[in-house]
């Protein structure tokens, strides 16, 4: 019986090709949509680090918006071995290193992390050792593990490597070992490990890792942790302030909590369209179950029994379920490629454990499928199964079918909602994201011109900042020399790509708010930051040679900054507070106002925005991440090569790394923006498209169902107005009790949406009323050739056989 079931389902579809490759169309696209987005669940949040213990890893730190930061390496020495929920804690920091095999320095990214954070996540060497306690004490030999990838590129696999001296960062270390390529902390583009000495007393910035000890659950651990507080704070200095100390799973460092959010509403969003295109299919099988309803009443008439009917009608659901997952998979495959495409390939190393489409994402493909078959093809199966035996015979294939019909409708309904919803989170998105990526960004109007790069610099030969900013005014100087170029210079900011910092200000005597001193974002520069970047002077002077280390501080403010702080007055020569609270507190004059910069990330609110001097700011903070920037008349990337010979020339020790144009920068930063908007449109015009197509398929139904009914009007002398509005009628109230719900339902979600970093509101009207005029007019066209048709019914043909 089961051989001779599918057999038939088989000839069925072979009968019905259109058919057919419609239903497997459909739901492969929404069986696609969801398991590429499923896949970002697998990959963000499901699946566990590739470390030993995963489920007990923890990261130590002071919370942020998005998760957890890290902590002062004093705080980590009090801490370490005290506290007792855990059985291993371990610090950690991403570093670079300069590598010199004789060629001229290369920079390599590294990470500096204590022997106990080795152990901890079980790393096994494929030759020599790796990080012992020995190596964390400050003065003890210079040692280096590396990557299995390293090992090979650079030193060609040499089996000898272990012992072997090397210059790193200018200075010689021995190979202690070479760790296998599955080992990849922090991220995969780590090649090479070097021991975090931290010594007591010395303050800086570190992540933190610990293993819980088994039993222990994370709120045990947050509870030990608070009662250390007091403790903590009296390691700081009393002129630092410091956020509380808190636990989250490991995990979180790699996945943010926002990310997280993110991912799991693009997910909903996904499983609606599935279930939309599982609304079509069944729609579709809804209509064939119909044209077989004189066979499966004859069947039922002769002694076939309810199991077999509705077996019959499974199987055939079950075939088109099982090529509409072939298709789903290659569909998400290749939105996984292109994910790729735009996001990792943009930033190498950052995605350090990419599942993509693995046994996890197959498996849900099963098992949605075999649900999807117990859905679309249920209700058909279970209509089929209860034929009204007389009504069937008798009628024969006139039969009105009108509990099917009432079913069609009412799928459509919760098509036409569904619809809606997902229209609105779309329009809710796309709106906010279109804005943010179309906003100007000051210093970005020759982005493709401007090229920037890193620099890593021997330690042991620039131990002080005024050594480093020398270094760098003497590459700019070489690069304003050559031929073509418009002006260079040196800066730890990128508008629009990469902020300085973060920074406290305040007016003179104003005493501290109770929410915290204001925040502005810091560039710090040097004179030729305008005619690099194209930043337009409004007011007064830039910097110049009068601003040296010597002199008294100024600053350069933007024009939020200077409306804020002064609204009726002129910002020239106003005194501000740099830091306040601090030992380091310096009073600058404002020489000049530009205007309005945008330094920070597009997500984060645009803060006021203050530039200061290279050579002052180095007598008050530790300079970080100073840039060389180019500004040339064609395209950046051309000028690389010169830009190297320029480093080199002036220290050969020097590693250039992370050499982009601005333009490409920015992209990378608007990456992930790009994936969401494309994702949220993509979801919102198969949407759409779907709900087109249900709407067409049901009307055309209710319009070949209704022939003979039709046929009796025109009969009578109903004109093409009577017909339209026949036929209007039931789209109308279909129409119009989905988009109700739509809206009732949306509602919440799009309150859900709402953020106010994306910019994104809720019950935005400029999205929901698009949406329904939208909704309104895809139904009207959708409907046209149902209505066509029905207008073209023969009154002679419809009523031939009564």
Known sequence: MIVRECREAWRRLVRRPGYALLSVAVLGVGLGVALFLF??????????????????LVAVGEPTSNGIGGMDGAQYLELHDKLRSADAMGAWTNAGITFDGGGGATFHASCQLTASMMRMLDAKPLLGRGLQPADDVPGAPRVIVLSAAMWRHVFAADPHIVGRAVRVNGEWASVAGVLPSSFRFPDGGTEAWLPLRLAPGEHGDVDVTARLAPGVRLEQARAELDAWAGRMQRVMPPDQRMERLTIYPMSVSYAPLDLRQWVWLMFGAGVLVLLLAGINVANLQLVQTLQRRHELALRSALGGSRARLVFGALVESLMLAAVALALGLLIAHACDRWMHQVWIDSHPGTVPFAHGIDAWVVGFGVVVAVLGTLLTGGIPAWRASRPDLQDALRDGSKGSGSGFARVAKWLVVAEVALTVVLLVGAGTFVRALDALLARPVAGAGHAAQVLTAQVALPAQLYADDAKRIRFFDSVAERLRQQPGVIDAGASNTVPGAVLGSHEDFSLPGQPQPADGWPRAQMGIVDAHFPATFG?????????????????APVVVVDAKMAAAMWPHADALNRPLVLYPGKAWARTATVVGVVETLQMDSMLERARPGLLMPLDQAATMVPLHAVRLVVRTPADAATFTPRLNDAVHGVDPQAAVYAVRSQARSMAMVRAGFVIMTDVFSALGLVALLLAAAGLYGVLSFAVAQRTRELGIRRAIGAGHGAIVRTVARQLAWQLGIGLLAGLVLAMPWSKLLADP?????????????????????????????PLLRALRVDPAVALRYE
Not at 41 to 53: D, E, G, K, R, Y
Not at 764 to 783: E, R, T, W, Y
């Open 757 to 785: 970093n994306l910019r994104t509101r809720a019950h935005d009207p400029m999205v929901f009323v698009p949406v329904l005029l939208l909704v309104i007019g895809v139904s009207a066209f959708a409907a046209l050739v």
């Open 39 to 56: 896949t970002l669940v697998n990959t963000v949040i499901l699946q566990p680090l590739p470390f030993a213990h995963a489920d007990r």
């Open 535 to 551: 930043v337009k002077l409004l007011e007064g002077r830039f910097f110049d040679a009068r601003d040296t280390a010597d002199s």
